[in-house]
């Protein structure tokens, strides 16, 4: 119901804002294209996300809606700069505007932005494609109080330049937007260390486990919203059972760091005989 009214409500912003020769009514349009992609995804990905791998997809198609967010940040960019450029050119020769039709668009498209937020709100905590959507939803609703003080300025005081103004900051919100998407989704595409996890405390979580004498190749990276994988070497301790490491060090990793989706290695400690030889050879002091 959200993305149906947003997406349609986008349509008639973007006619009214080009009848009425309204760049802000224009940009905010743009931006509330960005709110469709995102509800869009949302329910892309609810989808999606209960697809059974298969035999080439052995995580599923979850990674799909982290490269179509991708897509989506890029082409938020692209809009703003073609917003900024415009509006640079309407500041240096100003264009008569329908100022009563441009508010009365504004007004209407902060109500929407309303009625989508309350339809969000109730279901934004347990869902972090939601919780993204609901966030664009409220940087629009940003947009068209722009859009609004843009129009009063231009039916009661005839500032036309008030319109190019306050479509720059529009664009500033739009371009904002999918900087943080783009910065969210090259993370997951590039296989990093999400943003809440701390691989130095996950190692000492690790090491402190009972049966584990070091690790090694700890690896920690994001599949999608939610999906966070982790892969380690352990070597044990002498006398340790490897199956019953790895069982305390996957309880560990869950409970206190919240990832599920773990593999690990167990490999037996160095023979009694190079650990000896190492000694002899380094001396006393490592003793």
């Known amino acids: 119901m959200a993305l149906a009214l947003t997406a349609a409500f986008m349509l008639l912003e973007a006619l009214v804002g080009y009848w009425s020769g309204s760049l802000a009514l224009i940009a905010d349009a743009g931006h509330m ?27 599923g198609l979850r990674r799909a809606e982290v490269l179509a967010a991708f897509i989506n940040g890029i082409a938020l960019a692209v809009t703003a700069l073609l917003v900024v450029e415009e509006a640079v050119e309407r500041w240096l020769e100003p264009r008569a505007i329908r100022g009563t039709a441009m508010l009365s668009a504004a007004i209407a498209g902060l109500v929407v932005n309303a009625v989508v937020a309350r339809m969000l709100y109730s279901a934004e905590k347990s869902s972090i494609n939601i919780r993204a959507a609901f966030a664009h939803v409220l940087v629009d609703a940003l947009g068209s109080v722009g859009a609004m003080l843009a129009a009063l300025a231009v039916v009661f005081f005839d500032i036309r330049r008030a319109d190019p103004v306050l479509s720059i900051l529009i664009a500033l919100l739009v371009a904002y937007s999918g900087w943080r998407v783009l910065k969210e989704t090259a993370s997951v595409l590039l296989e990093a260390v999400p943003s809440h996890l701390d691989i130095g405390e996950i190692d000492r979580t690790i090491r402190a486990c009972s049966g584990v004498a070091a690790l090694h190749d700890l690896h920690v990276w994001r599949v999608s919203d939610g999906f966070d994988v982790l892969t380690v070497h352990v070597t044990l301790a002498r006398g340790s059972h490897g199956p019953d490491v790895c069982v305390e060090v996957a309880s560990v990793l869950k409970h206190k760091h919240g990832i599920e989706h773990v593999t690990i290695q167990p490999e037996a400690p160095p023979p009694a005989e190079m650990v000896a030889l190492r000694l002899r050879e380094n001396g006393p002091a490592v003793q």
């Open 33 to 59: 294209l960005a709110d469709t992609g995102a509800l869009t995804l949302a329910l892309v990905a609810q989808a999606w996300a209960q697809r059974p791998p298969g035999k080439r997809t052995t995580y």
